[in-house]
């Protein structure tokens, strides 16, 4: 009796999957996933990123152990049917590490199908629309001078839009480094105000349309962190700055109050970061939430989902701008340029300089030039992986447990990091 992991239908040639493994390296210091899938055919493989940095572990085991044995022995070209078998198989559904496990493989499968057929991603999605996607890279500082200054060089290197993100006491300048206290005597006294920062807000961006040419779009990232008062309040005291956008205002357990603060808000909303859902990014896009949706594409599932939601975000009036930092492996960042070139809906993409070692590791990986991301015109993501490399660069367990534990507010409770 046939297994109901065996090929459920005739296909037209006889490649088959042959191994599925989840590789973790961290060559600039941070936790990168990345699943490989190999076939029958000698040297066909493909690469998917299913980086969730916080939690590797739990998305190496998934793949290894539970979700590689549903794909041996299957067809490639069935990518629809394989990532809907991962998904459905493990009965409650859904989630970053579920999701990332399921992109590792999306995105691989994709990577295959671009080989096979000898084209790039970008042209299996329909070609492209535009020749290089625009991006941003974050500037930060301890003072407005030191985040300024930092905002000068990039804009030196060609970058025409920057991320601002000055310190605060008690973490709240996410994004930059830690100050002292502005309240020594409090309960918890590395405590981090939401009104200081309210208050300073402001001033950053006042001194920066000041010192900065006009043509420089500047963006700040809220991090979930204020009420939906308090969401409004910052968006009209930063009005007449122009930001490109303000980024994650409210925590998602809120988000059902975006739309009356969008509504209120002169500044262009961006969120989605922390979306885990395909059905989360949706109804961010559909219920008039936000004006760029900023999914971190391998927490929703890959490439197939993601897009799909740059469909809606078309159809939609909501522009894209994929999550896109260090904790997004090369091959990630492959993947959302793809989707950026390819989708009329796209935005603004966020980007990272990723160091020597990282392209050691990852030979292809993409470097931006003149503030651009161009995808390689190499067949599937044209970024291949260099084992040895990798293994000179083990992973250890995130920071980032320890860091969030001591994002408090001045009266020791957790804050959202």
């Avoid at 199908?113 to 974050?138: N, S, W």
């Avoid at 509504?263 to 008039?288: H, K, W, Y």
């Avoid at 740059?310 to 930092?325: F, I, K, N, S």
């Avoid at 651009?372 to 980032?400: F, K, V």
Wanted: aromatic share 8%; hydrophobic share 40%; with cysteine.
């Amino acid at each position: 009796m046939p297994s109901n992991f065996d090929q459920p239908w005739p296909v037209r040639d006889d490649i088959r999957i042959r191994a599925v493994k989840a590789i973790v390296t961290a060559p600039q210091g941070i936790p990168l996933v990345v699943v490989k899938i190999d076939t029958t055919e000698p040297g066909l493989y493909g690469l998917g990123c299913a980086t969730f940095t916080q939690r590797w572990k739990a998305v190496q085991t998934f793949v290894d152990e539970h979700l590689a044995r549903l794909l041996i022995g299957r067809y490639p070209g069935d990518i629809g049917d394989l990532t809907r078998l991962a998904g459905f198989s493990g009965y409650w559904r859904g989630g970053p590490v579920t999701n990332n496990a399921i992109s590792g493989i999306d995105q691989a499968l994709w990577d295959i199908a671009g080989k096979r057929a000898g084209m790039p991603v970008y042209e299996l999605l329909g070609g492209k629309v535009r020749a290089a996607a625009d991006t941003y890279l974050h500037a930060s500082g301890r003072t407005i001078e030191e985040a300024l200054d930092h905002a000068q060089k990039l804009v030196s290197q060609g970058q025409r839009h920057i991320r601002l993100q000055i310190s605060t006491p008690g973490g709240g300048g996410y994004g930059a480094p830690a100050v002292p206290t502005l309240y020594p005597d409090s309960p918890y006294h590395n405590g981090w105000s939401a009104r200081d920062y309210l208050r300073a807000t402001p001033e950053l961006f006042a001194e920066a349309r000041h010192v900065l040419p006009d043509n420089i779009e500047l963006l700040h990232d809220v991090h979930s962190r204020l009420t939906p008062k308090e969401a409004v309040l910052l968006a009209r005291s930063l009005e007449e700055y122009g930001l490109f956008f303000l980024e994650d205002v409210l925590p998602p357990e809120h988000w059902d109050r975006l739309p009356e603060v969008r509504a209120a808000s002169p500044v262009p909303l961006a969120v989605g970061e922390l979306t885990t859902s395909m059905g989360d990014a949706v109804r961010l896009v559909r219920d008039g939430g936000v004006d760029f949706i900023r999914s971190h594409v391998s927490d929703i599932g890959g490439l197939t989902p993601a897009r799909k939601l740059a469909d809606l975000a078309e159809l939609c009036g909501v522009r894209t701008a994929w999550h896109g930092p260090g904790d997004t492996s090369p091959i990630g960042a492959a993947a959302n340029v793809a989707l950026d070139v390819s989708s009329v809906a796209f935005g603004i993409q966020e980007g990272h300089l990723y160091d020597d070692a990282v392209h050691e590791v990852f030979p292809g990986t993409l470097r931006i030039e003149d503030g651009w991301l161009t995808p390689n015109d190499t067949p599937g993501w044209g970024i291949d992986i260099d084992l040895d490399a990798a293994a000179r660069y083990p992973a250890e367990l995130s920071g980032h447990d320890e860091w969030a534990a001591g994002v408090r507010r001045i009266d020791g409770a957790l804050e959202a990091p």
